[in-house]
């Protein structure tokens, strides 16, 4: 029975969580078919409903009220649910302890998404040892959970760290203590605007060499951070906020309703807006974005519970908007360093280390440097260690806004089989690995490359494996070469053919498959080649094809497709034209 007593009537169940966005959340998603059994507990006391939804704070007592909980009869519930239970509700100098022991007749369950860990003894303590487990890893071999690359990226006050001029003073006229700043100093002790614009350009790239409108979280250090990030990441990408202006946003505690309402159209998968969103703590945990696609982390996680956190909100899969893996952006070696942690159960598919310039740009190809030193210990003597605001309302942190910083370093990595050691890998290998675990031979390959379909498959299933084509000829620069020709020169060391000489090698080869066409319709298939060798083998689409110049100085679409006797010959004509362009005697 769903009660002690056994009385026949309908479960009450109380849904908890400390966040009203961890509440509002599954209340209006996941249990909307219960419609009006549904009540979210907001200063007034309903019996009448199954299903109640509330945040500790609104029921817990305080020097104003006596606690709403006790509103209810300690036996009214049946069940109870902790939603991220991790996040203190089982603490024993909690109040919210109060509520669960109140309500000790209920069956309560607590879900967390973090293994026991120091810092969250007492929720394990509380409800006692796991009654299910579903790990991370599990997840993502069983393919409800997406797979990640790691991009570990270093600039040169965090490889080497700084330290200031004799004398030098921040913008408030402060003079800065003389002593060596780092990874974990910067915008908590000391706030280096160089660095943020540096950080800020290298993510405005790194989205316009993948996907600028791939939804994006960074995680900052604190609001502040968050707005400086903002700032410059809306200054790197002002030619996109002119058409879309909330482009970029921040998303904390401060932003109230303004912020709520970015939140929502953020986790909307069809809305195209905000798509970079700066946050510090507000986006941690619980909050469901299915078609985040990269997280970034600028501020140093040191908790196994908050990173584990962190990465799941990129590990939502969405098939329907082409979302099969994330990125990790690491600036402050965080990811490095935790997935190094025997208790992480997730493996990341791949993890780079690069350098980049001043302005955010690639200057090296990958290599690996060591992890920039971490300082636990407190703070030595006469380095600043208050944060925040003093008691006269004057900041406390230091503000650097001169100088030069530069990316020092990006690499990838992965881990090896066992998950146990990191070890470089250059692009080239990691796609050569992954070719050849989906074809052992060259020919298996062009077997399928030569039917449009079947290559779009073998496109989109690299792209699951975190191998994206136009990354590829960005790393070999080779832009020139077919994509076919590249896979195989990496994969099986084929010789590699640029684009044009498989136009030439064709029309030269091939004279009867042109000659079966009246001249306008040849002049067609030409332009459509010509298009081949300037942009590559998506230009073979249709209509788009047909809508682009010079092609479409021969008419509209239709009119087009009737020189070739109607659209289903002339999509055979292209079809052919494709499958001749990777005969293998070429």
Known sequence: MWNSSNEHRRPKVLYLADRNVLVDDPKDKDFAPFEEARWKIQGDVNMSRDIYFSTYQAIAKDERRPGLYKQYSPGFFDLIVVDECHRGSARDESNWREILEYFNPAYQVGMTATPLRKDNRDTYKYFGNPVYTYSLKQGIEDGFLAPYKVYRIVTDVDAAGWR?????????????????????????????????TAIAKHITDFLKKNDRMAKTIIFCVDMEHAEQMRMALNNENSDIVRKYPDYVVRIVSEEGSVGRAHLSRFQD?????????TTSQLLTTGIDIPTCKNVVLVKVIGSMT?????????TRVRDDHNKFFFNILDYTGSATRLFADPQFDGEPALLTEEQINA??????????????PFRDEPPEAGKPEVLGDDDEGESKKLYVDGGIVKIASE????LDAQGKRMRVV????????????????AADLRSKWTDPEERRVIIAALEERGVTLDKLMEVTRLYDAD????????????????????VEM?????KDFFDQYAPLAREILSEILDKYIEYGSEQFKIPDILKVSPIDKHGNVAEIAAVFGGTEKLRTAINTMQSLLYEEKW
Do not use: N, W
């Open 164 to 196: 200031p001029a004799k004398g030098e003073k921040d913008q408030l006229g402060r003079i800065i203590p003389d002593m060596e700043y780092l990874t974990p100093d910067f915008e908590k002790v000391i706030s280096m605007q160089a660095r943020t």
């Open 269 to 277: 998968v069809e809305s195209e807006t905000p798509v970079i969103v």
């Open 306 to 314: 908050d990173f584990k956190q962190i990465i799941g909100r990129g």
């Open 359 to 372: 302005l955010g740009e690639r200057i090296s190809t990958p290599k690996t440097i060591s992890t920039p």
């Open 411 to 414: 690499v990838v990595y992965e």
């Open 426 to 441: 250059k692009y080239t290998d990691y796609t050569r690995e992954k070719v050849l675990s989906m074809f052992t031979k």
């Open 483 to 502: 994509r076919f020709d590249l896979l195989c020169h990496i994969a099986f060391s084929s010789p590699i053919r640029t684009r044009r000489e498989r």
């Open 506 to 510: 064709l029309r030269k080869g091939r």
